[in-house]
């Protein structure tokens, strides 16, 4: 309560969003909830919000469908010399990526959720198969985050039903494939697990791109 009442009297007319908060983003479902608590904040208080730690395309994307278009970061440039400012702002042009890029309806949310919460599940698969992760990765479809998802979109987001019919088998293949993975790795079939790792990795990116488009 205490920092509401501050941050509603506080006489600026821009908030910063921390670089702690923006880096992990694309794979902290805890993070990109809590930009999106911030910049709904800043809407309320009717003030500008900027977002620091904007490293890649992707980091960009995904702020201009939350509705934040200003950014800073290593995606847009890094640091220069005073003298070498204006050449710079004569000749930069942002990303083909960043044209057109709309702020989401709020309703599509869950999609955004859905699609960060998938790739932070990648990096547990991930990280399990490269040793750097001692717990076994989540296996069942069904209890996933995505796959909880899937389970209430089939029945609630009818404009995308032919998008997520399509969905639905894709995540299925990928759980099946990551139970084979993990024994592939506890039986110390090295060969196998890489050739199965380079066709997960296929079918993970086609699932991304696929939740991905359903916010465009």
Known sequence: YSSLTYLKRLPAGMLKIDQSFVRDMLEDPDDLAILDGILGL????????????????????????LGCPLVQGYAIARPMPAAAI???LATWRPDVAWFGRAPIKRENMPILHAWVEHRAWIASVTGYLQGERSDVPPLDCRTSHLGQWLNHAQEHHAENAVQIQALVPLHAEIHALTA???RSKQLGQTD?????????????????????????
């Open 42 to 65: 800043a809407n309320a208080f009717r003030r500008q919000a900027i977002a620091e730690g904007v490293e890649t395309l992707a980091h960009g994307e995904v702020l201009l469908q």
């Open 86 to 88: 204006p050449n710079w």
């Open 180 to 182: 084979t993975m993990v």
């Open 192 to 216: 196998a697990l890489s050739q199965q790792m380079a066709r997960f990795s296929s079918l993970c990116d086609q699932q991304l791109l696929k939740l991905a488009a359903m916010l465009r």
